[in-house]
């Protein structure tokens, strides 16, 4: 048997269908690939509930005898070997549960030596419609663009979470602020996730050449119109979804910045002696345009709408991966890529965000994507002369940047507060949970 210690711990959240699968999958395949014989896997998959749960288990140990079989042929009579490697573990989380993510938080304390990724894939569109024909129109003038960054989604507006505290036994109401769903869901649920984990992330310097990760999944669709930091939670806004993922980038990139240091020292819980850890770091990922069940439609609408996924691509989109498993490329990379190699790639071309890109074939690749107001990896002179591009982007100013910096501090500081802000109300109220 393997030591715990040995093990690779990951935890992807939402992994009952979509992507969230489609990683845990491929997770696999390239772990049994890339890593040596004597490492294990811990894949640790959260849903809403143990039914959804045992669901994806049962795929995923499908997909592991399938994986088995193929390196059978390379390597004989090293299939009992891999299936031993890989160990699943199922968790029951609901995002917009406040409660749910303490009460998970508590169980991965108590019950793991250590996290080395924690993949924030779960979330939810808000989307209740189309506007039809602004949809018929701009994919009949500007296909390629119009399902790549749609005009066209109707969300619902204002939409709240389930109260978080529950009424007292004489029935008393608990007054709380309004917390929206989608915000929870994409972003707040995931921040709180990170917060009690931090621990369990961070690495003793002597022991360790790796850091733990916090891979935050975002969205080609992150634009910064739609982000308003007085309305964080994007409670006014017609496009809540991809508010939730603009402040995702803005906050993912920024972690590492010196004028945040602090607010995110204090968010990853870092411990009394923090000098002698590594602590965590936050990446950004996304998956490009897959065909996944987040926009609920027909199966007509499916089918049509993949059609026009792949066409796209062969008109020379290279954010259409279609497949949630050729989309879960970035987020695998970022999982398993030594720890020298992000950091080298990083000191010669500045933080950026990842994205599952494919070529003509459907080859997919890992993909810096432009981030408005920040660039391909915040250096000002970058060619924009680059395959995918925004038709709304615009180049890389002093000044737009020094904007994009000034709005992640203030959105860290304000999550900070929003987060502290919470867990006093839930402890008050005698129903938080405690991480000892």
Not at 112 to 120: A, E, F, G
Not at 387 to 401: D, F, I, Q, V, W
Request: glycine share 10%; aromatic share 10%; charged share 25%.
């Amino acid at each position: 048997m393997h030591h715990p210690g040995d093990g690779f711990y990951v935890v992807i959240t939402g992994a009952n269908s979509g992507l969230g699968l489609g990683i845990g999958c491929r997770l696999i395949d390239e772990f049994l690939q890339t890593r040596p014989l004597s490492e294990s896997l811990v894949l640790i998959i959260t849903t809403r509930d143990r039914r959804k749960g045992d669901a994806t288990i049962v795929q995923l140990k499908k997909h592991l005898a399938e994986a088995c079989r193929r390196s059978e042929k390379t390597l004989p009579r090293s299939s009992p070997l891999n299936e031993r490697r890989v160990q699943f573990r199922n968790e029951i989380l609901d995002l917009t549960s406040l409660i749910s993510v303490q009460e998970l938080s508590k169980r991965l304390r108590d019950t793991t030596p250590k996290l080395d990724v924690v993949i924030c894939n779960a979330g939810i569109g808000g989307w209740e419609d189309m506007y039809w024909g602004r949809a018929v129109w701009s994919i009949l003038t500007d296909w390629r663009n119009a399902v790549t960054w749609p005009t066209f989604k109707k969300s619902r507006v204002g939409w709240l979470t389930k109260p978080q505290i529950p009424n007292s036994e004489q029935g008393k109401k608990v007054e709380e602020p309004a917390l929206g769903r989608v915000f929870c869901a994409n972003l707040f649920g995931h921040y709180l996730l990170g917060h009690y984990l931090g621990p369990l992330l961070e690495r003793r310097n002597a022991s360790s050449s790796t850091r733990g990760r916090l891979i935050w999944v975002s969205s080609v669709e992150a634009y910064a119109h739609t982000f308003d930091i007085n309305d964080m939670q994007g409670l006014a806004s017609t496009a809540p979804y991809e508010s939730t993922k603009r402040q995702t980038d803005l906050m993912g990139i920024t972690s590492v910045l010196p004028s945040t240091a602090p607010l995110v020292n204090q968010y990853l819980d870092r411990p009394k002696d923090a000098d002698d850890f590594t602590k965590p770091r936050i990446y950004v990922a996304h998956p490009g345009i897959c065909g996944t069940g987040i926009f609920p439609m027909n199966f007509v609408f499916d089918f049509l709408m993949l059609f026009a996924f792949y066409m796209a691509r062969w008109m020379g989109s290279p954010w259409h991966p279609v497949t949630a498993y050729k989309g879960a490329v970035a987020m695998v990379w970022l999982a398993l890529a030594k720890q020298s190699l992000l950091d080298t790639m990083e000191a010669q071309e500045g933080v950026g965000k990842w994205g599952s890109a494919t070529d003509w074939w459907g080859r997919e690749r890992v993909e810096r994507t432009e981030v408005e107001g920040w660039g391909w990896g915040g250096k000002l002179g970058e060619s924009t002369r680059r395959k995918g591009r925004s038709p709304y982007a615009k180049a890389l100013t002093e000044e737009s940047r020094r904007e994009f910096v000034e709005t992640g501090r203030k959105c860290w500081e304000e999550m900070e507060r929003l987060r502290v802000e919470w867990e006093g109300k839930l402890e008050q109220a005698g129903v938080g949970v405690r991480m000892e």
